[in-house]
């Protein structure tokens, strides 16, 4: 072999040597205060699972990154967006009438919206919620509460009552990881560690003409969810 031919696969092995670092240092968290700034509040859950345990819950963390930490999510298309505002406003006006079937229609809706954004879908329930704990630490908690509200029973009066109650709360935090996802108030849902970007901004623009739309026609419900009414 050629004294040229041997310096130019020691050069590709430096290069996929260091691009394989540059992937790992990206997907990776660095120790607890990388795991804290990355999971938000649900850090704190995972330490409080494994009753203050704090190594084992960043080991369950770490291997959640490690599964999903590359994913990369892609925008909804303008109409898409449209199409899941509608169906959480529809969720939300439903509740006034029936709690139970507008929880599990937000349960539904959660799921569905993942799906289409890119997150795993195949694993169920436990793999989804995984996921997106990892690119959206900050609100996932929402969908744990819904989805297990629209599956739990009542029974009496007073368990009615308290069931409601928690509905209510599920359906209100639960619209913050929606809202998230999904891009209110001018802020599209963003590819995982990329900024959004469109060629002309022309769905970027419509997108969020759908958006001022919507909290103007759901303005009203979400006080009333708020309140408890």
């Given at each position: 072999m050629s004294t040229g031919m041997i310096i130019v696969l020691i050069v590709v092995g430096i290069v996929v040597v260091v691009a394989a670092g540059v992937f790992a240092a990206r997907t990776k968290p660095r120790g607890g205060r990388g795991l804290k700034s990355r999971f938000g509040p649900e850090y704190e859950r995972a330490v409080a699972r494994h009753d203050g345990d704090t190594k084992a819950a960043e080991r369950e963390l770490t291997e959640r990154v490690r599964r999903h930490g590359s994913l990369?999510?892609?925008?909804?298309?303008?109409?898409?967006?449209?199409r899941y505002l509608a169906r959480w406003t529809s969720a939300?006006?439903?509740?006034v009438e029936s709690p139970a079937e507008a929880v599990a229609e937000a349960d539904l809706l959660l799921a569905d919206l993942a799906k289409e954004r890119g997150f795993p879908d195949?694993?169920?329930?436990?793999?989804?919620?995984?996921?997106?704990?990892?690119?959206?630490?900050q609100h996932v908690h929402g969908y744990r509460r819904v989805h297990l509200a629209a599956n739990a029973r009542t029974g009496g009066a007073e368990e009615s009552r308290a069931g409601t109650e928690e509905l209510r709360e599920?359906?209100?935090?639960?619209?913050?990881?929606?809202?998230?996802?999904?891009?209110?108030?001018?802020?599209?849902p963003r590819r995982a560690g990329t900024d959004r970007t469109t060629t002309d901004g022309t769905a970027d623009r419509a997108a969020d003409d759908g958006a001022a739309t919507h909290?103007?026609?759901?303005?009203?419900?979400?006080?009333?969810?708020?309140?408890?009414?």
């Open positions: 990369r999510t892609h925008n909804l298309e303008p109409a898409a967006r449209e939300q006006e439903r509740f195949g694993g169920g329930y436990e793999e989804r919620l995984e996921a997106l704990s990892v690119h959206h630490g599920s359906m209100v935090e639960a619209r913050a990881l929606f809202e998230d996802m999904v891009g209110v108030n001018g802020h599209g909290d103007k026609r759901t303005s009203t419900l979400k006080g009333r969810l708020a309140k408890g009414s």
